[in-house]
């Protein structure tokens, strides 16, 4: 089992920054990916960064030059900076790990960017 737990939600203003972290622990193996996704209330959960265990990253378009992801393998941990945040960002974001044909989710930590 996989356990992964997010931090650094919270409410910013339009134009702010947050930073998440997310912490993973239990049976890890050596490769795998992880990444953040988020869902908006009335939305569906749709994916926000993403990383591989060599560090290859995808965005979504919407977040392309304002969001950052970045891992450090030997903590087990992916951290996605996020800057110029806008009220559509407003979200839960969820941590996820892939590994071996298994996923995993964290419980989310909510994001809310005031206007």
């Known amino acids: 089992q996989v356990q992964l737990v997010e931090s650094g939600g919270g409410l910013v203003q339009a134009g702010g920054s947050l930073r998440l972290s997310c912490a993973a622990s239990g049976r890890i193996f050596s490769i795998y990916t992880m990444g953040w996704y988020r869902q908006a209330p009335g939305k569906q959960r749709e994916l926000v960064a993403g990383?591989?265990?060599?560090?290859?990253?995808n965005y979504a378009d919407s977040v392309k030059g304002r969001f950052t992801i970045s891992r450090d393998n030997a903590k087990n941990t992916v951290t996605l900076q996020m800057s110029s945040l806008k009220p559509e960002d407003t979200a839960v974001y969820y941590c996820?790990?892939?590994?071996?044909?298994?996923?995993?989710w964290g419980k989310g930590t909510l994001v809310t960017v005031s206007s």
């Open positions: 990383i591989t265990s060599g560090g290859s990253t």
């Open positions: 996820n790990l892939a590994q071996n044909g298994m996923i995993y």
